[in-house]
Protein backbone atom coordinates (compact mmCIF):
# COMPACT_ATOMS: atom_id res chain seq x y z
CA UNK A 1 0.00 0.00 0.00
CA UNK A 2 1.67 3.68 -1.05
CA UNK A 3 0.29 6.32 1.77
CA UNK A 4 0.84 9.72 2.52
CA UNK A 5 -0.13 12.09 5.56
CA UNK A 6 0.01 14.79 2.82
CA UNK A 7 -0.39 17.23 5.79
CA UNK A 8 2.54 20.00 4.29
CA UNK A 9 4.63 20.64 1.44
CA UNK A 10 7.50 18.08 3.00
CA UNK A 11 5.55 15.52 3.47
CA UNK A 12 6.74 12.25 1.27
CA UNK A 13 5.34 8.85 0.45
CA UNK A 14 5.82 5.37 2.35
CA UNK A 15 4.81 1.81 0.89
CA UNK A 16 3.50 -0.49 3.07
CA UNK A 17 2.62 -4.27 2.96
CA UNK A 18 1.26 -6.32 6.10
CA UNK A 19 1.71 -3.61 8.17
CA UNK A 20 5.32 -3.61 7.35
CA UNK A 21 7.00 -0.62 6.13
CA UNK A 22 9.05 -1.36 2.93
CA UNK A 23 9.86 2.47 1.82
CA UNK A 24 10.09 5.15 4.38
CA UNK A 25 11.71 8.43 3.09
CA UNK A 26 14.20 10.35 4.75
CA UNK A 27 12.98 13.44 6.74
CA UNK A 28 13.53 16.66 4.72
CA UNK A 29 12.79 20.37 5.45
CA UNK A 30 13.01 22.24 1.97
CA UNK A 31 10.77 22.51 -0.61
CA UNK A 32 10.95 19.37 -3.34
CA UNK A 33 9.94 21.61 -6.10
CA UNK A 34 13.11 24.01 -6.30
CA UNK A 35 15.59 22.12 -7.54
CA UNK A 36 13.55 20.38 -10.70
CA UNK A 37 12.72 24.27 -11.15
CA UNK A 38 16.27 25.76 -10.86
CA UNK A 39 17.56 23.00 -13.19
CA UNK A 40 15.26 23.61 -15.93
CA UNK A 41 16.30 27.77 -14.90
CA UNK A 42 19.57 26.68 -15.66
CA UNK A 43 18.75 24.91 -18.78
CA UNK A 44 16.76 27.52 -20.05
CA UNK A 45 19.38 30.24 -19.24
CA UNK A 46 22.42 27.95 -21.45
CA UNK A 47 20.10 27.91 -24.06
CA UNK A 48 19.09 31.33 -24.58
CA UNK A 49 22.67 32.42 -24.26
CA UNK A 50 23.83 29.43 -27.16
CA UNK A 51 20.37 30.58 -29.11
CA UNK A 52 19.00 27.06 -29.11
CA UNK A 53 15.72 25.93 -28.83
CA UNK A 54 15.05 22.83 -27.22
CA UNK A 55 11.56 21.27 -27.18
CA UNK A 56 9.12 20.99 -25.53
CA UNK A 57 9.18 25.29 -25.54
CA UNK A 58 7.04 27.68 -25.32
CA UNK A 59 6.06 27.72 -29.19
CA UNK A 60 4.85 23.58 -28.84
CA UNK A 61 2.99 24.57 -25.57
CA UNK A 62 1.08 27.93 -27.64
CA UNK A 63 0.33 25.40 -30.40
CA UNK A 64 -1.41 22.93 -27.81
CA UNK A 65 -2.89 25.39 -25.97
CA UNK A 66 -4.72 26.58 -29.81
CA UNK A 67 -5.29 23.14 -30.38
CA UNK A 68 -7.38 22.49 -26.72
CA UNK A 69 -9.02 25.52 -27.56
CA UNK A 70 -9.95 25.08 -30.81
CA UNK A 71 -11.32 21.80 -29.89
CA UNK A 72 -13.44 22.88 -26.74
CA UNK A 73 -15.13 25.52 -29.11
CA UNK A 74 -15.93 22.81 -31.70
CA UNK A 75 -17.30 20.60 -29.15
CA UNK A 76 -19.52 23.70 -28.08
CA UNK A 77 -21.04 24.32 -31.33
CA UNK A 78 -22.51 20.86 -31.95
Known amino acids: MLKTNITNLYDQFYLKKDNKILFKPDEITHDF ?22 SP ?16 LLSNNQ
Open 33 to 54: RIKPTYDNLKKFKSNVFKKRST
Open 57 to 72: NLQDAKRIHLLVKNLN
